[in-house]
């Protein structure tokens, strides 16, 4: 087992698995944030669950970020690395004549979807861990109620905001384009069910940026 | 057909090397890439200049040994042959056609388009085999029951010639269609099992060490395999190594 992990295949592995996880969190984050839409107070009943349940706050959120940042990092790390096993570049590279734009250029739309989460961390993350963990309000509410619903569409007010947030996620969709199927194939997962996951992964890749791409101008151009 | 070639040209190893425009008339579209380049060496000698090197041996896409990297791709415009199966009525009169060797750092280029695949070989070496004690009562490998469908997987596996292809084409350098062809087409059969784990674990360090980049999964590599060699050989040596890493 020593070793594993620097080794290339141990980090296409942990690469894998931190995207997997990701991507599962992403399912999660669309589910509560869909309801926005069909019911602000189920919104907010959701959001308050998960900004206060201990195991959420304590455990999961901590390992969300290290996964996040080991994505990225191990990410950059990897380019680097990839970068240095061709010094000369070819004179003519015919790239798009055997590969995907999305799987040339993961470093380019993780960098994009990188550039959001600071813009998302800033809106929302660190606002929310100022008012529980600094001011110490656990309450969720605000003038007598959950301020979450509120809070959500205050942001999406500004369509220069919502413009950038729509641009994310379709770095995001090209991302999961290629990071989805790419994600089995590097933990071994290459077989006869490799065609419908593909199918799904196509699903996936473009449903759930779509749907947050959607909660967005819903409440943009609704105003609530 | 008149063609201009855009051909690397380097003196040794040291050479910086650069990219050196040559035209060639009269080409027969019916010609394989390999007799144009004999043809244009004959011009080139005749001039009293030093001819293009490039590799080559069979000229019959078996032995892996002709190379490439033409307009951009490995192997050329073709799908599924290699340099030398590849014929010139896959241009056009009038074409430009950049020529330049397999580039990769674990690759470095001898001579003009000649470069040292030995990393393969050392590769190879580090567990590319099987150890059979031929005592002179050795087992016939046809005593051995083999499924029909692990038999038809490890020889598409074992049909991977070597060329480096996968290396050149690939945007990470990375060699593990090769490696993954390797390790599966052992890994399959049953005369592979005893020295699986240290197989993998041995060939991909020495992969590793020989600076080859990381598989990003573009897919490149099988596309451009003059053998068809698929990415579920990749997926096989993944898995493969996984589990050696669990026992060893």
């Known amino acids: 087992m020593s070793g594993i992990f620097n080794s290339s295949i141990g980090r296409k592995f942990a690469m894998a698995l931190s995207a997997l996880f990701l991507m599962f969190f992403l399912l999660q984050h669309f589910a509560i944030n869909i309801l926005s839409v069909f019911s602000p107070d189920a919104f907010n009943e959701a959001s308050h669950f998960m900004g206060t349940f201990w195991a959420v706050q304590y455990i999961l959120q901590p390992i969300l970020i290290f996964g996040v940042i080991f994505h990225f990092v191990m990410g950059f790390i990897l380019e680097l690395k990839n970068n240095k096993a061709r010094q000369i570049s070819y004179a003519k590279n015919n790239g798009s004549a055997n590969s995907s734009w999305m799987s040339r250029n993961m470093i380019w739309s993780g960098l994009a979807i990188l550039a959001f989460m600071v813009l998302h961390f800033i809106d929302f993350w660190i606002p929310e861990m100022n008012t529980k963990y600094v001011l110490g309000d656990m309450s969720g509410m605000h003038n007598g109620e959950f301020r979450y619903f509120h809070e959500l569409v205050e942001k999406f007010h500004s369509p220069i905001r919502v413009g950038a947030y729509v641009i994310a996620f379709v770095f995001l969709a090209l991302h999961l384009l290629h990071g989805f199927s790419s994600a089995f194939q590097s933990i071994g997962a290459n077989n006869k069910y490799t065609k419908s996951l593909q199918g799904f992964a196509k699903i996936y890749a473009i449903g759930i940026p779509l749907g947050f791409i959607f909660i967005a101008l819903y409440h943009h151009l609704t105003g609530h | ?248």
């Open chain 2, 1 to 248: 057909m008149n063609l201009t070639l855009k051909i690397w040209r380097q003196k040794n190893a040291s050479d910086k090397g650069k990219m050196v425009d040559y035209q060639i008339s009269d080409v027969s579209p019916d010609m394989s890439f390999l007799e144009m380049l004999d043809v244009l060496n004959d011009q080139i000698i005749t001039k009293g200049e030093e001819p293009v090197a490039f590799d080559h041996d069979c000229r019959e896409g078996i032995c892996g040994m002709c190379s490439l990297y033409i307009n951009g791709e490995a192997h050329g415009p073709d799908r599924g042959v290699t340099t030398c199966q590849l014929h010139m009525r896959k241009f056009k009169d009038g074409d430009t056609i950049y020529i330049e060797p397999f580039r990769a750092k674990a690759f470095p280029v001898i001579k003009d388009l000649v470069v040292d695949r030995s990393a393969f070989d050392r590769i190879q070496h580090a567990g590319g085999f099987i150890s059979v004690n031929t005592s002179g009562n050795t087992q016939d490998a046809n005593a051995i029951p083999i499924a029909k469908e692990a038999a038809d997987t490890a020889m598409d596996a074992a049909t991977c010639i070597g060329c480096g292809a996968c290396v050149a084409t690939c945007k990470n350098s990375s060699a593990m269609l090769f490696v993954g062809a390797k390790v599966s087409q052992y890994a399959l059969l049953p005369q592979g099992q005893v020295e699986a784990t240290d197989r993998v674990l041995n060939m991909v360090k020495q992969m590793d060490e020989e600076g080859f980049g990381n598989c990003t999964n573009t897919g490149a590599c099988e596309v451009e395999c003059p053998k068809g060699i698929s990415l579920e050989n990749i997926a096989r040596m993944n898995s493969e190594y996984l589990k050696a890493s669990l026992k060893g």
